[in-house]
């Protein structure tokens, strides 16, 4: 695999970023070993297919109904038809790799059945190309169009076959598109056994009429065989010295567990650009970070689980907020680090030498921003550094009081239920209302139809950071209550103040008293005063 910048443009930098790369693995796909591909992901890859080519559902009957059947979709004993897998190589001329197979004498892509080592009917169609050709998965990557989804879903007649006791059957193909990491198509080495030749051959001329017909719509602009990173990671520095990580979860199947890594993901068909899939990520991971300034910084090279390039484009941008503070929603916690700390910490292969090539190009300021918000032990002397939450307490024309009921895994106050409620960004305490009243349960609130109603002062240990509840009630609003953030959320419903639940949380019960009974400010946690 050409890892020179030079000589391999299709790994160059979105807007002309610098080059770095490094080696690891990403969760594509993960599975267990030695199982085939299950019947769930089959189900779910033919869906994401048929969401592109609806017109093709009745064409893929045969295939529906293997699904709803009993016997293993990917099997050679499944009749009448099964499962196989295919790999539509392509280069940098839009041409598409095909073989000649001895048996059958026909010329055309890779590929074969799915075997009890394949992890996914994409890591399938890998080995496939491999063993065949003599790809490297290396030499191959996922288009950015069309990601791990297949470019076309083909039926085809088998004859029967007297010496293997196999009747006539059908074989269902999955045809994933890989382009090659290289400028040039690697040397081949072709499995003399079963494949007699090689050729690469424009799309006008791609032998089976349903892939051809699939690469022609695709252009002009479409599929052009150069590589694009499919995954996007924030680079977050504060100005000062210092970078965000995120420390990864220790449970089975996680990707590189209790590592030090970049907050990011890979790219979805429905992001509109690289950017677009980190925002979308950062959204989705910790809603609360919003670093300004974005800007393409780096393309590491990574490696999936299947052995293919995954070339991922980081971002950096500016941050200056309390880690601590954070919602985080995946992950163990994000913390600050500093340069010097780096060669003491667990951290993801290359991430190290990413985070001291952008210190040596933007050195930190000697003094943090006048608008950097300190963490605790950087807070001025005697004082106490304190997290600001807004609460929503929303009355219908009963006068029942709106409560969600937290999820079973949250880690704060599980199975319990509290106000609509957020953490204050960056922004006013009202805008923060406002923004998650849209976002939590669907609830249009104008922030001149919102008032103060009390404040609740409380810290939860002595060892914990002190915070200050605003509860804020709507005159007005639009909408009903949804259920948007299920894994923090589970019900919404209305409460009468007098009938409210065992489960409450504590400074959300003291709170509603508090309003009942026209006090403006509470305390609690802090002890006997």
Not at 135 to 145: E, G, M, V
Request: charged share 25%; glycine share 8%; with cysteine.
């Amino acid at each position: 695999m050409s890892t020179n910048p030079d000589t391999d443009p299709g790994l160059e930098p979105p807007s002309g970023a610098p080059l770095l790369l490094s080696t690891y693995s990403l969760p594509f796909n993960i599975r267990g070993d030695h199982v085939p591909p299950s019947r769930s992901d089959i189900r779910a890859t033919v869906e994401a297919y048929l969401s592109r080519h609806a017109e093709e559902r009745d064409a893929l009957e045969g295939l529906l109904a293997v699904l709803d059947g009993t016997g293993e979709p990917s099997s050679r004993a499944t009749l009448p038809g099964h499962v196989t897998c295919s790999a539509v190589v392509i280069d940098r001329d839009r041409r598409v790799l095909h073989i000649g197979h001895r048996v059958t004498g026909l010329t055309l892509c890779p590929g074969g059945h799915a075997e009890a080592g394949d992890r996914t009917l994409l890591a399938a169609a890998v080995r496939e190309v491999c063993e065949e050709a003599g790809l490297r998965p290396s030499d191959l990557c996922l288009t950015p169009q069309l990601l791990d989804e297949p470019i076309d879903v083909d039926v085809h007649d088998i004859d029967a076959n007297a010496a293997k006791g196999e009747p006539a059957h059908q074989h269902f193909d999955f045809r994933f598109a890989f382009y090659l990491t290289a400028e040039q198509p690697p040397a081949l080495a072709l499995q003399d056994e079963e494949v007699a030749g090689a050729q690469w051959l424009p799309y006008a001329d791609v032998r089976s009429p349903t892939l051809r017909a699939k690469l022609l719509a695709a252009e002009p602009h479409g599929l052009d065989g150069r590589p694009e990173p499919v995954s996007a990671n924030a680079l977050i520095y504060d100005g000062a010295g210092r970078y965000l990580l995120h420390l990864r979860d220790d449970r089975e199947g996680m990707w590189e567990p209790w590592v030090l890594a970049l907050v990011g993901g890979k790219r979805s068909r429905d992001d509109a650009s690289l950017e677009a899939t980190l925002r979308r990520e950062l959204a989705e991971e910790v809603p609360g970070l919003q670093p300004t300034g974005l800007m393409p910084f780096a393309v590491q090279e990574a490696t999936s689980v299947d052995g293919l390039a995954v070339p991922i484009g980081v971002y950096a941008g500016h941050w200056s907020g309390d880690a601590e503070a954070v919602d985080l929603r995946e992950g163990v916690l994000l913390t600050w680090c500093t340069v010097d700390m780096l060669d003491r910490l667990r951290l993801s292969p290359g991430l190290g030498e990413l985070i001291r090539r952008h210190a040596a190009e933007h050195p930190a300021a000697k003094e943090l921003p006048d608008d950097t918000v300190p963490l605790a032990d950087e807070a001025p002397p005697g004082t106490e550094l304190h997290i600001v939450g807004v609460h929503l307490h929303l009355q219908d024309d009963q006068g029942r009081i709106l409560l969600g009921l937290r999820h079973p895994d949250s880690t704060y106050a599980p199975d319990t239920w509290h106000f609509l409620a957020g953490h204050c960004e960056r922004e006013t305490a009202i805008d923060c209302l406002v923004r998650e009243a849209k976002e939590e349960a669907g609830l249009t609130i104008a922030p001149e139809d919102v008032e103060l109603v009390h404040t609740v002062h409380h810290v939860d240990s002595p060892d914990a950071r002190p915070r200050i509840a605003l509860v804020f009630q709507a005159r007005s609003w639009t909408g009903n209550p949804e259920v948007l953030e299920p894994d923090r959320c589970v019900e919404w419903r209305w409460w009468t103040p007098q009938d409210l639940p065992e489960a409450v949380v504590p400074y959300t019960r003291m709170a509603i008293d508090g309003i009942r009974r026209g006090r403006p400010y509470s305390e609690q946690g802090w002890g006997e005063r």
